[in-house]
């Protein structure tokens, strides 16, 4: 990629987080005014009392070159933070792309940074993109809104959630990260990661348990009304993660 990540970052000192041991404390910080040491491995804070982070490109640029965006489409990123991972979703599909944080100062160092790009200052669980061909979202979520669904282009949209529960006295959560692609009235779903992740402020949906079963063995978002059975790994009002095939959906 050819987006420099240090521009996002600010001035240095940087803060390195170190790995999450204890949800009650959070990650730890080592200083450094050495560009060397900001390596793809490395989540850099960008708020270090909050525990708000740019997070890994080993963690989070498998998840956008599982969502495969297309010069042409139409991006959505929720929790753009800075806007570095913005700005690398801008590379790949281009210009029509838009950025929701619900951190105001955030959104002020990304739309300084991108000023051709639609930064948003908002709650994006709640925030209507409009129609998108890709969406990745960079914070936790109990469940993906149902407007995203809905927004997502019917031929093909693609959209990556970190689904999680919170830790323990921490803003942070964990989560298992999905890939989701729309077909119609279908969803696929498959497992592409997990994450300790910052959980989203303006989520108000239920904890998720993602400590049940396999989330490999998921395979399709079901968004019918059906009893919750051996099937699903996640199952919720309006949506399932189910094993079943969306074909048997």
Known sequence: MSVDRIRFLGPPPWWIAGPVTDGASGA??????DPAAITPNVSVALDRDRHLFNGAPSTILPWIEAL??????RAF?????SGYYTAILAE????DVIGV????????????????????????????????DVALCNAGLGTIPELWLMRMNPRG?????????????SPLAKAIVFLISRDGDAYDARMI????????????????????????????????????DETCWLHQEKICFSARSRSAA
């Open 28 to 33: 730890t910080y080592t200083k450094t005014s």
């Open 68 to 73: 495969d965006p297309q010069r042409g489409e």
């Open 77 to 81: 990123h929720a929790g753009c933070g």
């Open 92 to 95: 790949l599909a281009g210009d």
């Open 101 to 132: 944080d619900i951190d105001e100062s955030l959104c002020e160092i990304a739309s300084d940074l991108l000023p051709d790009l639609r930064i948003v200052n908002a709650d994006a669980t709640t925030f209507d993109p409009g129609a998108f």
């Open 157 to 169: 949209g693609r959209l990556v959630v970190p689904i999680a529960a919170p830790m323990l006295r």
């Open 193 to 228: 990661g997990g994450a300790i992740i910052y959980g989203a402020i303006g989520d108000a949906s239920p904890r998720a348990n993602i400590d049940h079963g396999d989330p490999h063995a998921v395979r399709s978002l079901r968004r019918d009304p059906h009893r919750a």
